[in-house]
Nanobody, 120 residues
Framework: QVQLVGSGGGLVQPGGSLRLSCTAS????????MGWYRQAPGKQRELVAA???????NYADSVKGRFTLSRDNAKNTVYLQMDSLKPEDTAVYYC??????????????WGQGTQVTVSS
């Protein structure tokens, strides 16, 4: 079994910054990818930042230039640095990890979600 635990959310004023982190633990053979989605009230879950197979990062248009995805492979941890936050960034943020649990077996796991609220 694999667990993802996210942290770093909270209440921040418009224009502020937050850094989310998410750590994977458990029966991990290797981690192929880690990224973030979010879901605002009444809306569908949407991609925020995800690595591509070419080694780049795919960002939602609404966060380009403001959010940065990074990863610490040694710690099985992914980060989302969020700057210049706007009220429309308010959502529950979910990390995910594409994990090889054994040779040839890959599964996607999700974190529990962390609330980010941008408000004055």
């Amino acid at each position: 079994q694999v667990q993802l635990v996210g942290s770093g959310g909270g209440l921040v004023q418009p224009g502020g910054s937050l850094r989310l982190s998410c750590t994977a633990s458990g029966s991990i053979y290797s981690i192929d990818a880690m990224g973030w989605y979010r879901q605002a009230p009444g809306k569908q879950r949407e991609l925020v930042a995800a690595p591509t197979s070419g080694g780049r990062t795919n960002y939602a248009d609404s966060v380009k230039g403001r959010f940065t995805l990074s990863r610490d492979n040694a710690k099985n941890t992914v980060y989302l640095q969020m700057d210049s936050l706007k009220p429309e960034d308010t959502a529950v943020y979910y990390c995910y990890a594409v994990v090889s649990v054994s040779s040839g077996t890959t599964r996607t796991y999700w974190g529990q979600g962390t609330q980010v609220t941008v408000s004055s």
